[in-house]
């Protein structure tokens, strides 16, 4: 789910600044001049953004604290055994 969070991001950084250029273009009739300083802008923020979001997953997985794993039920004990699953307080 991160990496879609992170996707939908990159495209909204992005597409932004371009639309507000594209925008501008129209209104100002210099297309397309500021369309394409807009998308320059948005794509190195976006990039910016989306590098910085990768460094942190890979420093919260170096750190063992991958997220996917600590939203996961407890797991009950092999078939058979009485055991409680770790973490409950029956």
Excluded: N
């Excluded at 909204?12 to 998308?39: M, N």
Aim: glycine fraction near 18%; include cysteine.
């Amino acid at each position: 789910m991160r990496y879609v969070t992170a996707g939908f991001e990159f495209i909204a950084t992005f597409g932004l600044p371009l639309a507000g250029g594209l925008l501008l273009d129209r209104h100002l009739g210099t297309l397309p001049g500021y369309t394409i300083f807009g998308g320059c802008i948005g794509f190195a923020v976006g990039l910016k953004r989306l590098i910085g979001k990768g460094r942190e997953i890979i420093r919260q997985r170096r750190q063992g604290q991958a997220g996917s794993d600590d939203d996961a039920p407890p797991q009950a004990g092999p078939p058979g055994s009485d055991e409680a699953p770790p973490g409950s307080d029956d």
